[in-house]
């Protein structure tokens, strides 16, 4: 199985910055897709931003200019740069990995957006 440990949630002033990490472990070689994925309270989760093996990167129109995502393919890990926070970027933050047709999911962490 593959296991998602995520940090680097947490407070921030609007306007201010956050990195997110995401490890994935396991019995596992290689992951195809890792993305974002965000859902505040009530409503639906919205994908953030995805990047395959090859580099090649996706984001929410809502993100893109401020977001980055990026994966260290030798460790398996994914991470997302927040710059430019505005209180609607406010959410439980969730990383995702694709593995042989399964889909694997962290357990969130939480950004919060003080405006």
């Known amino acids: 199985q593959v296991q998602l440990v995520e940090s680097g949630g947490g407070l921030v002033q609007a306007g201010g910055s956050l990195r997110l990490s995401c490890a994935a472990s396991g019995s596992i070689f290689r992951l195809n897709v890792m993305a974002w994925y965000r859902r505040a309270p009530g409503k639906q989760r919205e994908l953030v931003a995805r990047i395959i093996s090859g580099g090649s990167t996706n984001y929410a129109d809502s993100v893109k200019g401020r977001f980055t995502i990026s994966r260290d393919n030798a460790k398996n890990t994914v991470y997302l740069q927040m710059n430019s926070l505005k209180p609607e970027d406010t959410a439980v933050y969730y990383c995702?990995?694709?593995?042989?047709?399964?889909?694997?999911w962290g357990q969130g962490t939480q950004v919060t957006v003080s405006s």
């Open positions: 995702a990995a694709d593995y042989q047709s399964l889909r694997y």
